[in-house]
């Protein structure tokens, strides 16, 4: 069993820049590829967001987000980060971090692993 656990959500104005944290246990961090998906109401699907390789992939976004968001990790402090710029208010959102297992990457149901989520509110 991963334990994931997100936070760094938060009340923010459109332009503005928010950095998401995920912390997940086990000795094996280094070696999972990790992701960020969001979810804006409950009944719509969680929407890839961008994942962060341990393979020479290294890094993809969802185009929504490219050019404004950063993934990145440090495998010592079993971190991932997601630094957002230039929020938008169609970024709301619940932000989920997962742990890949299988398939592809913006598909959700590859993920075995998931935090609870943080709030993510951009106003106008």
């Known amino acids: 069993q991963v334990d994931v656990v997100e936070s760094g959500g938060a009340l923010v104005q459109a332009g503005g820049s928010l950095r998401l944290s995920c912390v997940a246990s086990g000795r094996a961090f280094s070696r999972y590829t990790m992701a960020w998906f969001r979810q804006e109401t409950p009944e719509k699907q969680r929407e890839f967001v961008a994942?962060?390789?341990?393979?020479?992939?290294?890094?993809q976004y969802a185009d929504s987000v490219k050019g404004r968001f950063t993934i990145s990790r440090d495998n010592a402090k079993n971190t991932v980060y997601l630094q957002m710029n230039s929020l938008k208010p169609e970024d709301t959102a619940i932000y989920y971090c997962?742990?890949?297992?299988?398939?592809?990457?913006?598909?959700?149901?590859?993920?075995?692993?998931w935090g609870s989520g943080t709030q993510v509110t951009v106003s106008s």
């Open positions: 997962a742990v890949f297992s299988y398939g592809r990457y913006d598909d959700e149901n590859s993920y075995a692993h």
């Open positions: 994942v962060r390789t341990v393979a020479q992939e290294g890094a």
